[in-house]
């Protein structure tokens, strides 16, 4: 039987690379695979699937609540690659993990486990569910050397739990970091806050 895998990181790990290459050894054999992404990434163009290492490839497949994922689609299919799976509903990740059953198509995932609050994505959630396989890309923290778990939120150089969950963007909004740091950098920025509220009132 295929596998659903979940292959999970904070900013900054280089999932997407490891996508890309995956995608490259495939395609090196004569091996076709189909690339999928959520319609709503659009921070490097609609259908493009781009490393913060400049390395791209175009989606063969934009994805949203509404896709509906036909057997057709999958014939002479040897692997399905998923970027930013953290923002695929949960229906369509149950029609990924029905693929690998019924059309015997391995089907790896790469994204976040959890936002900037620290709570797990809805995608990343059914993923880690109902994938076979859940894999952890490892990466350090941006303000030490310990290994990173979250993923820090800066709104003009401010830590912050602020705003709606899914809000895209790239290295100068978000730093990956260990719990300590993070905890660490919120609590400053929150200490940072008062003094300025307190100032101006006084």
Not at 89 to 98: A, D, G, M
Not at 109 to 138: P, Q
Not at 167 to 181: I, M, S, T
Request: aromatic share 8%; proline share 3%.
């Amino acid at each position: 039987m295929a596998k659903l895998y979940f292959r999970y990181g904070t900013m900054g790990s280089a999932k997407t690379m490891n996508l890309l290459a995956v995608a490259h050894n495939y395609r090196s054999q004569g091996k076709e695979v189909l690339l999928l992404k959520p319609a709503l990434d659009n921070r490097f163009g609609k259908e493009t699937i781009r490393s913060r290492a400049g390395l791209e490839k175009s989606a063969d497949m934009l994805v949203d609540e509404k896709t509906i994922l036909t057997p057709e689609m999958f014939e002479k299919i040897y692997c399905v690659l998923v970027d930013e799976a953290q923002f695929i509903s949960p229906k369509v990740i149950e029609q990924l993990r029905t693929i690998t059953l019924e059309q015997h198509v391995p089907v790896i995932c790469y994204g976040l486990r959890t936002n900037f609050r620290g709570h797990l994505f809805e995608g990343s959630k059914r993923l880690m569910e109902l994938a076979d396989s859940v894999e952890e890309i490892k990466t350090t923290c941006a303000f030490c050397n310990k290994k990173a778990i979250m993923n820090l939120k800066h709104v003009n150089g401010v830590a912050t739990v602020d705003g709606p969950v899914i809000d895209l963007g790239k290295e100068e909004k978000y730093n990956p970091a260990c719990y300590r740091c993070y905890q660490q950098q919120l609590l400053a920025a929150t200490k940072e806050q008062e003094r300025s509220t307190c100032s101006n009132s006084c």
